[in-house]
């Protein structure tokens, strides 16, 4: 199983001030990645070497907002002051991850600033946010070329990410093992008083840097 993104939340008047020090920090720009109507939200990702990308989000002047489970689960991460939202893991296939939850998945889509529709489905959303140490999942319905992940401009790449939160229990959720839940990425479990992804470790030309 692939880590595909990991997702940073903030209030819309932390939104630009937020992509500025994360890409200042990773010596890396941000792109701007357009509107998810359906779930309230917009968002800058910055590509990464190895497949990976960063994704700040926050949440529009919308209703969806406050419908969408996404849109949710941003404003209550913004509300807390902002920071890692969760980690999101990509399928080939989301047949098994549905009959393992027990519901059918989401469909996403946003329209990037050069008109391309991006599409995928998603479920996890409402897990997270009644423990937020899980990730949810994600596939999608581009061709690879096409993904945010794509064409990366910059060496930087995500080295590990810290989660504080029960391995076997998210190792259950994930059909995975515990000792390496994710293909090619670092997981290390460290306590903390509220579950969820605590820090991303990233390589960088000017060398390690954690956020």
Known sequence: MRLDHVSYAVARDSFVSTVQWIGSALGAGFVDGGVHPRFGTRNFILP??????????????????????????????????????????????????????GRTSAEGHRVRPDGFDLRWKQIGLLE??????????????????????????????????????????????LGEPAEHPLDQIDVTWVEDEEPGLVSVEFTTAHGPVTI
Request: glycine share 8%; no cysteine.
């Open 48 to 101: 990464l070497s190895g497949g990976t990308y960063v994704e700040v989000v926050t949440t529009l002047d919308h209703p969806a907002a406050d419908r969408a489970p996404f849109g949710q689960a941003v404003a209550r991460r913004a509300a807390e002051g902002g920071g890692w939202l969760g980690w999101v893991v990509s399928v080939d296939d989301m047949a098994p991850v549905e009959a393992r939850l």
């Open 128 to 173: 997270l946010m009644e423990d937020p140490q899980l990730p949810y999942f994600l596939q999608w319905l581009v061709p690879i070329e096409e993904r945010p992940s794509a064409d990366p401009r910059t060496s930087t790449a995500i080295h590990g990410v810290s989660i504080a939160g029960d391995a076997a229990s998210i190792a259950e959720f």
